[in-house]
């Protein structure tokens, strides 16, 4: 049984990113923690339970929410939206906290006094936890917590969360949160014209006599321009009146509102800390100094970037390989485990091709997102990942990214479903939109099997290098496409408002926590196969039965097997010997049979249907049902194709499935494989988007379909246009 | 609904506006003053929010190997601006 919920407590913590929220939430919950998200976006709602200790109530515990970091209570990005919701108490989904927790870098103790100001006049009892006083030690800053506490008017509680410093203080202070005095909002001094008109509007707020609250909600309708708690009063036509004449008295007295307000809170604040803080002048540059000296220079920075980049690409391209295939291969191993004694028929397709195919599916993506993750939450916790935005920025903001997009779309060329996760790392809602949407025009390793065939079929004349320039073509084209959609992106949402900013703080480098990290890894792993799983399984089973049905009649099948049995019987006379001479016919019979069914099933008939629209591609109905099966995964085009010409599928060798290619002809005789259908569908697979577990994992992360959709629209129209200038262009040129 | 906030009024400070230098102008090391802020109302909001008000002092400490963005030090912390965005903040000349 959970030991009893303390009443009314529900503790938010609330602090500027990088002011160590997470750790202090770790060392207050320890492992009694869950992640979910807010309804309807991609913010992560984080809450856990805190256990108290002592007091007379050992069995007291509080529940503790972990808000998104936030520079201020007027938000901008959907996070701070999030963050200022609830601590304003307007989320339905989320009950209005009974006390808060404000984390404070005490090295950084100017910019986090500022959201302090504002949580102070949220009117809820307020503790602070000071954090990081080694690092600030470390730098000749001496913070007086004592003295601090007397000047904000809340108890201040110095903690090292990395290190469980000061949690049991905390945790004795929070039992008794619901009895703390509120806090006392400090007067900042504002000129006497605006005082006058913050009056003016308090008056119109207020029937009674103008309260301390009336003039707080009076500023805040004059300075703040997102107020959903205050929306209401501004469509009252008194209210409305009196902000429009209290405006004209600003700017007769010459005074910016915002400007004026958050100055005036900076001047408190530096009053406060020349009265709290102790420094000695430093002469050494800090040691975050020295390292980004190094890490940020104009060559060796770079050169580390690339290193690290290069160590990230290879483990989530190289390292993850073998643990893909041996997952694959233990899925697939059970599978066959399962159904080995089972008769043949629909049930033993289904649980082999469709549901551990479907799991297989689903897992073999693990590997990489784990890695990735793991990668990404060591450069984000150590400060480094910031660093790379600001190397990368540059790049990436001339077709409207944001610097954090390099590692998204640099993960895309392993999978751009662990990439597209990445994304997460970028705060500005359009930049983020614009990374999801490019990141699938990277070459993926799903390609790489599909280019390998194409090439190696069409291309065998010539030489490795043309065969390579052909592949960097690839590469290259996709990322000309990103480059050029992104860009095209910028333009087209530029009137609903600038792009994002880039106001990026650069944290102080740190260690990384081991537990810190490897929560994030299990969490996204996890996350991934509960939410984005069940999606890629159900599709992916769906696409076993249409390659599955409808059944084609047993007389088509034994017609096809005894067709093939006497080919391949003349083909062996022809070549003399084997011993195996029955294996090999029974063999042709049932690769026979595998060809006549897919060409019956539903799979195969799509693959007539659009024939005449992919035909000004140069595509027959054959590839037509080899790009239907690359939807569940683009490498399964091969297998598909390997089934389509009669090779079985689980041919290791891809040489007989190039050279059946190139012998495949038309009914007039003339060959139905060109190199310039490989080019035209080269360019088809680098840049349609055929990958149902992407889509899934777009809906998942915009939060809808709408995106998807727009995407698997755009990227295929794209596709189809490009592909048909190739082959249409290239025909009438002779090739 | 919601109300702009007020504009930035025509004539205010106007005399350090003109002597003002952009902030993205600054040399490498070198340090400056604050003297306006302006920009879209968003970003001007948000820059002010981090501690950039007039009458503070910054220092440029490098550009990126890129050319852009920029990082600065205000208040004992270090900040990465675009040069477009640094340009909106104007330094006592």
């Keep these: 049984m959970n030991p009893p919920l303390v009443r009314h407590h529900t503790i938010a913590l609330a602090g500027n990113p990088n002011a160590g929220k997470t750790t202090l939430f770790n060392a207050l919950t320890g492992l009694r923690q869950k992640v979910a998200n807010y309804p309807g976006i991609t913010v992560e709602k984080k809450s856990g339970w805190c256990l108290l200790a002592g007091r007379g109530q050992p069995d007291a515990r509080v529940e503790i929410i972990d808000l998104p970091g936030t520079y201020s209570l007027v938000p901008d990005s959907p996070d701070e939206a999030v963050t200022m919701s609830v601590l304003r108490g307007l989320r339905p989904d989320t009950p209005a906290p009974g006390a808060l927790i404000a984390v404070v870098d005490a090295s950084n103790l100017a910019r986090n006094l500022f959201l302090v100001s504002q949580l102070i006049e949220l009117n809820r009892p307020l503790l602070l936890a000071l954090n990081m006083s080694d690092i600030a030690t470390r730098r000749g800053l001496r913070v007086d917590a004592a003295a601090l506490s007397l000047e904000l008017g809340v108890p201040v509680v110095p903690v090292i969360g990395h290190r469980s410093q000061g949690i049991a203080e905390l945790k004795i202070l929070l039992a008794d949160s619901a009895t703390l005095a509120l806090p006392t909002p400090p007067a900042w001094i504002l000129p006497p014209a605006f005082e006058a008109a913050i009056t003016k509007v308090a008056a119109s707020v207020t029937a009674s006599a103008i309260s301390r609250s009336a003039r707080l909600t009076a500023r805040r309708l004059l300075t703040e321009d997102v107020t959903p708690d205050l929306d209401h009063l501004r469509r009252v036509p008194a209210i409305a009146a009196a902000l429009t004449a209290a405006y004209a008295d600003l700017v007769a007295a010459g005074i910016d509102a915002v400007q004026t307000e958050i100055t005036a809170r900076y001047a408190w604040i530096d009053g406060v800390i020349a009265r709290c803080v102790q420094s000695q002048p430093q002469t050494r540059r800090t040691l975050s100094e020295r390292i980004d000296g190094i890490l940020l220079h104009r060559v060796i920075g770079l050169v580390i970037f690339a290193m690290v980049m290069a160590a990230l690409f290879t483990s989530i391209f190289w390292l993850a390989g073998p643990l893909m295939t041996a997952l694959q291969d233990a899925v697939t191993g059970l599978g066959t485990l399962v159904t080995g004694r089972m008769a043949d028929g629909p049930l033993k397709a289904l649980l082999a091709d469709g549901v551990f195919a479907g799991v297989g599916a689903v897992v073999v993506f693990v590997p990489q997102i784990a890695l990735l993750f793991l990668f990404l939450a060591i450069l984000e916790d150590s400060g480094y990942l910031a660093r790379a935005a600001f190397l990368m920025d540059r790049l990436l903001a001339r077709v409207g990214l944001h610097g954090k997009s390099f590692i998204p779309l640099l993960s895309s060329f392993a999978c751009a479903i662990p990439g597209i996760m990445a994304t997460r790392t970028i705060d500005s809602p359009r930049e983020r939109l614009a990374t999801i949407l490019v990141a699938p025009f990277m070459s993926c390793s799903a390609r790489l099997p599909v280019y390998g065939l194409l090439i190696g079929a069409f291309f065998a004349q010539y030489g490795a290098l043309v065969k390579g320039l052909i592949m960097l073509g690839c590469y290259v084209l996709g990322i000309v496409a990103a480059a050029a959609t992104a860009w095209a992106f910028k333009l087209a949402t530029r009137r609903h408002g600038r792009a994002a900013a880039f106001i990026l703080e650069l944290p102080t480098y740190k260690w990384p926590q081991a537990s810190l990290v490897l929560r994030q890894v299990w969490s996204n792993a996890t996350k991934f196969l509960t939410k984005a799983g069940t999606t890629i399984f159900c599709l992916s089973v769906l696409l076993w039965a249409l390659a599955y049905y409808p059944r084609a009649p047993q007389e088509r099948l034994d017609a096809a097997a005894a067709h093939a049995h006497t080919a391949a019987a003349a083909q062996l006379i022809a070549d003399e010997v084997p011993t195996d001479r029955e294996v090999r016919l029974n063999s042709a019979g049932d690769r026979a049979q595998g060809q006549e069914q897919l060409a019956y099933s539903i799979a195969g008939r799509i693959g007539h249907t659009i024939e005449p629209v992919i035909a000004p591609l140069g595509f027959d109905w054959k590839i037509g049902v080899g790009l239907v099966g690359a939807f569940a995964a683009r490498e399964v085009f091969n297998s598909t194709l390997s089934i389509i010409y009669a090779l079985g599928s689980e041919a290791e060798d891809v040489t007989p499935l190039e050279d059946a290619i190139r012998a495949d002809r038309r009914a007039d005789g003339t060959p139905v494989w060109r190199p310039l259908v490989a080019v035209s569908l080269l360019v088809w697979f680098v840049l349609a988007m055929q990958c149902i577990s992407t889509t899934a994992v777009v809906r998942r992360e915009t939060g809808g379909w709408t995106w998807p959709l727009v995407q698997i629209a755009f990227m295929n129209v794209v596709a189809y246009i490009a592909c048909f200038a190739v082959f249409q262009l290239g025909s009438r040129l002779g090739y | ?93």
């Design chain 2, 1 to 93: 609904m919601s109300v702009e906030p007020a504009p930035f009024p025509p004539g205010l400070l106007s005399a350090f506006v003109a002597r003002a230098n952009p902030m993205s102008t600054l040399a490498l090391g070198a340090s400056g003053v604050i003297a306006t802020v302006g920009g879209a109302p968003r970003l001007r909001r948000r820059l002010l929010e981090m501690g950039l008000v007039p009458g503070v002092s910054v220092t440029l400490v490098r550009r990126a190997p890129l050319g852009d963005p920029l990082e600065f030090t205000v208040r004992g912390y270090h900040l990465s601006l675009r040069a477009a965005e640094a340009a909106v903040i104007g330094l006592l000349a």
